[in-house]
């Protein structure tokens, strides 16, 4: 059976499917054909029903619950590693919760837009952008502040761009809890035995990943564009580590607590589907 698997091609995602997508692992009769686009990109055609296996946002789930379940495996959740909010300019926490800023965001849904609507109800002048554009957008003066993600919290500092607030500290103030940011879900319409061995090959590809820490390199350059090489390494430590190889009884509660908080604010449609293949 060959299966559509959609990721993202920053460091984290090409890190941790590499040993699929470059047949290093067996298998086990399965063959994939991956798809590399955006986060925000994937939560969209998640939406679509495109995908049989993909990366998406926590916060998007939300919204293709009842066509997907969540894998144990390939999650990005961890502590300190959540969304910045930066500016041009010192600005203090307090100017945004007036309300007047205009803010570019990776996404609508994004985790890290959720977490910004979290920390910030006030702040709803919300733009979306790619990602890699947000840091530019702020230093030719189109935003007030800009939400980012991925590699760029180590790359702001260096262009003259300040730190706002850390929204995953917020997050892990708020509910003692890591911050759940990207998740691999499979389509729930495949054969149970499918979405189990998928979940088994995810878990073996990340495991591979960590114990052949240069096997994967070739592969992440090639989608890392012009990013140095010490910063790749950064953003891979920071997003892939014990949860993505399994969320273990920790990562569940804390995937767990963002749902049930989302659904007590009414920020996410009711599901009563479950969120995570049988374990």
């Given at each position: 059976?060959?299966?559509?698997?959609?990721?993202?091609?920053?460091?984290?995602?090409?890190?941790?499917?590499?040993?699929?997508?470059?047949?290093?692992?067996?298998?086990?009769?399965?063959?994939?054909?991956?798809?590399?686009?955006?986060?925000?990109?994937?939560?969209?055609?998640?939406?679509?029903?495109?995908?049989?296996?993909?990366?998406?946002?926590?916060?998007?789930?939300?919204?293709?619950?009842?066509?997907?379940?969540?894998?144990?495996?390939?999650?990005?959740?961890?502590?300190?590693?959540?969304?910045?909010?930066?500016?041009?300019?010192?600005?203090?926490?307090?100017?945004?919760?007036?309300?007047?800023?205009?803010?570019?965001?990776?996404?609508?849904?994004?985790?890290?837009?959720?977490?910004?609507?979290?920390?910030?109800?006030?702040?709803?002048?919300?733009?979306?952008l790619v990602f890699s554009e947000i840091e530019g957008a702020l230093l030719?003066?189109?935003?007030?502040?800009?939400?980012?993600?991925?590699?760029?919290?180590?790359?702001?500092?260096?262009?003259?761009?300040?730190?706002?607030?850390?929204?995953?500290?917020?997050?892990?103030?708020?509910?003692?809890?890591?911050?759940?940011?990207?998740?691999?879900a499979v389509r729930r319409s495949l054969p149970d035995a499918v979405q189990?061995?998928?979940?088994?090959?995810?878990?073996?590809?990340?495991?591979?990943?960590?114990?052949?820490?240069?096997?994967?390199?070739?592969?992440?350059?090639?989608?890392?564009?012009?990013?140095?090489?010490?910063?790749?390494?950064?953003?891979?430590?920071?997003?892939?580590?014990?949860?993505?190889?399994?969320?273990?009884?920790?990562?569940?509660?804390?995937?767990?607590?963002?749902?049930?908080?989302?659904?007590?604010?009414?920020?996410?449609?009711?599901?009563?589907?479950?969120?995570?293949?049988?374990?």
């Open positions: 059976m060959n299966l559509s698997i959609g990721f993202s091609p920053c460091p984290n995602d090409c890190f941790m499917f590499d040993a699929i997508v470059n047949r290093r692992i067996d298998l086990e009769g399965l063959s994939f054909t991956p798809h590399l686009a955006d986060v925000e990109a994937l939560n969209r055609e998640t939406f679509a029903g495109t995908a049989d296996i993909t990366k998406l946002s926590y916060h998007a789930y939300a919204y293709c619950r009842k066509d997907y379940v969540l894998l144990d495996a390939g999650s990005a959740l961890g502590r300190n590693c959540g969304p910045l909010l930066i500016s041009a300019r010192p600005i203090a926490p307090e100017e945004v919760r007036a309300g007047q800023l205009r803010i570019a965001i990776p996404g609508v849904y994004t985790t890290a837009n959720f977490l910004l609507g979290l920390a910030f109800p006030e702040a709803t002048d919300r733009t979306p030719d003066g189109r935003f007030d502040a800009g939400l980012i993600i991925h590699e760029n919290r180590f790359t702001y500092e260096a262009k003259g761009l300040h730190k706002v607030v850390d929204l995953g500290e917020f997050w892990e103030q708020e509910t003692g809890t890591p911050i759940p940011l990207g998740a691999i189990q061995t998928v979940n088994r090959l995810v878990r073996r590809s990340v495991e591979y990943a960590f114990a052949n820490r240069d096997a994967s390199l070739p592969y992440v350059r090639a989608h890392a564009q012009e990013m140095d090489e010490a910063v790749m390494y950064k953003h891979i430590d920071l997003y892939v580590n014990q949860f993505s190889v399994d969320l273990g009884d920790e990562g569940v509660r804390a995937v767990t607590t963002l749902f049930d908080k989302a659904a007590s604010l009414n920020l996410v449609p009711a599901s009563n589907e479950p969120l995570f293949l049988p374990r």
